[in-house]
């Protein structure tokens, strides 16, 4: 659930600078496979942000999707770890 979360809140504030374009990277195979589809995604809470986020991509003019191995990983990681 927090990569879905971490998903839409990233996209959203790609679209409040007024980004069109936009590549999504994340170490969530998961959650990239869902976001595109590739995975049906079957938890009802789940679906509420996946459902937001198919949402807020559709606000784009184009969305590429990234999986990053997450050992290689390390901004996301100090940002995940963060207090």
Do not use: F, P, W
């Amino acid at each position: 659930m927090a990569e879905c979360s971490g998903m839409n809140n990233g996209v959203q504030a790609a679209l409040d600078i007024g980004a069109t374009d936009l590549v999504i990277v994340g170490d969530s195979r998961l959650a990239i496979q869902q976001s595109l589809g590739v995975i049906a995604c079957k938890k009802k809470s789940l679906m509420t942000q996946l459902n937001r986020h198919q949402e807020l991509v559709a606000r784009l003019k184009s969305a590429k999707y990234l999986h990053a191995v997450r050992e290689y990983n390390t901004s996301a990681d100090s940002l995940a770890t963060e207090e």
